[in-house]
């Protein structure tokens, strides 16, 4: 039978179908219980990712960044909100584990059932390059290409506050911090815990007359310091300024009331 690739109508029907589909709900749910060591890497983890890709392409889109509509309604939603489906099948090497699980996904994923219109194949295919790529480490060892895949590594990495903390762990901390206690050493990779529960919000947004992209963190320093922030992140913002750099932007850390130009680090205490 012969397979036709679907109109770009159809393919946005496509990415609903997807948003709502409840095999990815439960792999969201078996990869977090996989990363319960870690924060949280559920299906609001995958959705947080998915908002902030859709508020960067506003932003980018109001300065006159030329985007298709491909990327916009298809490419970037569906990567953002698959690009840690892979945590149900390897944790350690999740992203090429997510990259295999959506080629052949996105390959059967139809509308109503209707088999004989598939997403064209270099649509997924460049979904899939960017969940493969999606790491920090990878982000930074590699040649960005792509604007899409810059779109989504910004909106993976710039997502991360005191909802991520698992209850148990958030519980310790609130009662640590209560009694000036914050600085006792946690469980191995407890670190993440510590800085994530301090960031009690993080927003991206678009400083207007400017090309910078501002990363603004409220932290509460009872917990810890944006020092300890920035040291456990460090990567994960020099992935987000040389993805922010392709996209010809400047990306900037906001510490409560001060704004640091990466890479400098706010001044330890």
């Known amino acids: 039978m012969k397979v036709d690739h679907m109109s770009l109508a159809m393919a946005r029907l496509v990415v609903t179908r997807c948003l709502t589909d409840s095999e990815l709900e439960a792999l969201y749910a078996a990869g977090d219980k996989l990363s319960s060591h870690q924060t949280k890497h559920d299906l609001s983890h995958a959705l947080a990712v998915l908002q902030t890709a859709r508020q960067l392409v506003t932003i980018l889109t109001n300065r006159g960044y030329r985007l298709t509509e491909w990327e916009t309604d298809v490419i970037i939603p569906l990567a953002a909100f698959l690009h840690d489906v892979g945590r149900a099948i390897d944790v350690k090497n999740h992203a090429e584990a997510g990259a295999n699980f959506a080629l052949h996904y996105l390959r059967k994923l139809t509308v109503d059932g209707n088999s004989n219109q598939t997403l064209p194949e270099e649509v997924i295919k460049r979904i899939c390059k960017i969940i493969a790529c999606h790491r920090s480490e990878k982000v930074l060892t590699a040649t960005v290409d ?4 810059a779109i989504v590594v910004i909106a993976d990495k710039c997502v991360g506050d005191e909802e991520r903390v698992r209850p148990i762990r958030a ?3 609130g009662f640590l911090t ?3 206690l914050s600085w006792i050493p946690l469980r191995k990779g407890g670190v993440h815990d510590r800085v994530n529960f301090a960031i ?3 927003k991206l947004v678009g400083e207007e007359d400017t090309d910078n992209l501002v990363l603004q963190l409220t932290v509460d ?3 810890c310091r944006p020092q300890l922030v920035f040291e456990t992140y460090a ?4 992935a987000c300024a040389k993805a922010a750099d392709f996209l010809g932007c400047r990306f900037l850390l906001k510490f409560n009331d001060r704004t640091f130009k990466f890479p400098d680090a706010p001044a330890k205490s």
């Open 178 to 180: 209560f009694f000036r």
């Open 200 to 202: 009690k919000e993080a």
């Open 235 to 238: 990567d994960r913002f020099r």
């Open 221 to 223: 320093e009872r917990v």
């Open 171 to 173: 519980r310790v901390l």
């Open 146 to 149: 792509d604007p899409a895949w």
